[in-house]
């Protein structure tokens, strides 16, 4: 993580009133005369009559400039410029993953069984700190690790998964994403990242619905393909990248190749701070300055309100 995502405007879209501001400040000064609008709707004799009779009091030029600074002083803080609490890691127990793993015939007889281990544990290692799940699947889904913080322990478990792990023939991945779901439920977890490793077999509108349910709650499904291996067994269905991709944009995340899971580890890897505040908890991972910037736009403020002598 680069020392600029420690700093984040939490509502940039107010950038575009201080431009507006600027505009507007710019339009009162070019018009604004020290008698505003007076010097073209009274005849010259009569105001230069008046004027040496003292009879006109000149307007305030200053008045504009410090409106300006004011607003844009207000805009600027409706940005949000924040900065991550430090405190933000303790929040980690709020934010997981869980690595949902197809072992159907076709991947896990299908040759890539080793190199989907390994992937498996890099974004175990990406999560860090965090809490890490195991959810397995084929004709059905089971939960082969909770959520752990012990990376040994996960370790063993993943790199003891085999083509005989899960008893149930057949490939329903809105089983394990329905699992998945559950156990981030269960524990009360606000972001989280769900990551599907699979060759795209049996994606329906079942997992489309999970994948969008996952979305709504603020958790991220992101996808590791698995390609075809080079001893799939006879009759097994082809790998189907475009239905893994579809699934995973329903889901909000990004879609990588087992071999090359950068995207992927790069998304898990991702701090506590940004993962809350993608699930709608900036506040627990941001301090927002923008409330101080209102007090300062006070200072301009005030001198709209001083009397002349």
């Known amino acids: 993580m680069s020392a600029l995502d420690a700093y984040a405007l939490l509502r940039p879209w107010w950038f575009l009133a201080i431009p507006v501001v600027a505009l507007l400040a710019l339009r009162a000064a070019s018009r604004a005369a020290p008698l505003g609008d007076w010097t073209r709707a009274v005849d010259p004799a009569l105001m230069a ?41 303790s929040f980690r127990n709020l934010d997981a993953t869980v690595i949902v793993v197809d072992l159907s015939r076709s991947v896990a007889a299908g040759g890539s069984l080793q190199a989907l281990r390994q992937t498996a544990q890099g974004v175990a290692e990406a999560a860090g700190t965090r809490s890490v799940a195991l959810v397995v699947y084929a004709g059905d889904a089971y939960l082969a690790m909770p959520p752990t913080t ?26 394990g994403l329905a699992l998945a779901r559950r156990t981030l439920a269960e524990a009360d977890v ?98 927002d300055f923008g409330r101080w910037l209102l007090w300062l736009a006070a200072i301009p403020a005030l001198v709209l309100f001083r009397r002349s002598a």
Request: hydrophobic share 45%; aromatic share 4%; proline share 6%.
């Open 150 to 175: 012990d990376r040994d322990s996960f370790g063993t478990t993943l790199f003891a998964l085999d083509a005989d792990t899960v008893p149930d023939r057949g490939s329903h991945p809105e089983r």
């Open 49 to 89: 009559h008046l004027a040496r009779r003292g009879a006109v009091l000149g307007g305030r030029r200053q008045a504009n400039l410090a409106a300006a600074v004011a607003a844009g002083l207000i805009a600027l803080a409706l940005t949000g410029p924040a900065v991550e609490r430090t405190d933000a890691a």
């Open 190 to 287: 606000v972001a989280a990242d769900v990551v599907l490793i699979t060759d795209g077999d049996g994606i329906n509108e079942a997992a489309l619905r999970e994948a969008r349910a996952m979305r709504d709650k603020g958790w991220r499904l992101q996808g590791l393909f698995v390609p075809a291996g080079t001893a799939l067994p006879p009759g097994a269905p082809k790998p189907d990248r475009a239905a893994l991709e579809q699934l995973v944009q329903a889901g909000g995340g990004v879609t990588a190749d087992l071999s090359a899971p950068g995207p992927v580890l790069d998304a898990v890897g991702a701090g506590t701070a940004q993962h809350l505040t993608a699930g709608g908890y900036t506040v627990l991972a941001f301090a």
